[in-house]
């Protein structure tokens, strides 16, 4: 008998033909270059001040270019959190447009979550 938890958990459990969180990485620096000065600005400082998102501010201040952030974001909070935390940093500055949404997209259905 399943139930439908079971359910989720197998469909979530079935691997996906398609790569985007295996992409994340170039995903998060489409996004990263997306974003202009100030949204940037706004967005480190959330990394520095605020606990939910905090990276420690020696990793934000020696990045050098967007790539160097993208690198230190993934170091730090690994592939799906870093997911999660840039999907919600963008919600805060806010970049909820559909440049956003059609790179977020198929990632966040990878692993089951939404916008």
């Keep these: 008998m399943n139930s439908r938890r079971d359910t989720e958990i197998q469909l979530h459990d079935i691997p ?42 020696s990793l934000i201040e020696r990045t050098e270019n967007r790539a160097d952030l993208a690198d230190s974001m993934l170091k730090w909070w ?13 919600k805060k500055i806010p970049r909820n447009d559909d440049v956003m949404m059609d790179l977020f997209t198929p990632v966040l259905e990878e692993i089951g979550e939404t916008w």
């Excluded at 480190?44 to 501010?57: A, F, Q």
């Excluded at 690994?78 to 963008?90: A, H, P, T, Y």
């Design 16 to 57: 996906s033909n398609g790569s985007a969180l295996r992409n994340w990485s170039q995903t998060l620096l489409q996004i990263l270059n997306e974003l202009s000065d100030d949204d940037l600005k706004r967005m480190k400082y959330d990394l520095k001040n605020n606990e939910e998102y905090r990276i420690p501010v």
């Design 78 to 90: 690994g592939k799906r959190q870093s997911v999660l935390n840039i999907r919600d940093l963008m």
